[in-house]
C-alpha cells in the first residue's frame, strides 16, 4: 500500500506542477468541467513555458505534458475539473518513465492489483467517472 501511495503521491505532485505551468504561461488554472480546456481556446497542443521546450497536447477530458528530458504526465480532469483524480494506466505510464524509483510496478498488471487492494481497503475510491480518487486522510 506505501508503494502505490508514494506513486499516487508524486503523479499527483507532477499533475500539479504541469497545472502551474498552464497557470503561469496561459493563465489556465483548472478548468470547472471535464472538457474546460479544450473549449477554453487555447490550442489542442503546444508548449507551455517561455523556453518552448515542455511540450502539452489536449485530449478529451485531460491533457499529457512532456519535460524536455522526455518524461511526462498524462491526466484526466474529474467531473467538476478536480486535478487529483488518477487511474491505473495513467500510473503505469507514470511509473515506467522512471521505473528505478518504482521496482514495486514492473508492469501494468501490478498497478492494477495495487488500485483494486487499495479499493477494498478503503484507502482509495473510484468516481463515476472511472477516476480513483485517495479517500479522506491519504490526500
Known sequence: MDAL??????YQATVR????????HRGLGPPTR???W????????GTVDFEGTVRYFLHGYGCAVVWPDGTGVDWDFGDGGEIDGFD???LWHFARQR???????PDE??????????VAAGSVRRSDYSLYYLSAGRE
Not at 5 to 10: I, P, T
Not at 99 to 105: D, I
Not at 109 to 118: E, S, T
Open 5 to 10: 501511495l508514494r506513486l499516487v503521491h508524486d
Open 17 to 24: 506542477a504541469a497545472v502551474a505551468l498552464f497557470e503561469r
Open 88 to 90: 491505473p494506466w495513467r
Open 34 to 36: 471535464p472538457d474546460g
Open 99 to 105: 521505473a528505478s524509483h518504482y521496482p514495486e510496478f
Open 109 to 118: 498488471d501490478a498497478v492494477k492489483r495495487a488500485v483494486a487492494a487499495a
Open 38 to 45: 479544450m473549449t477554453s481556446g487555447i490550442p489542442q497542443s
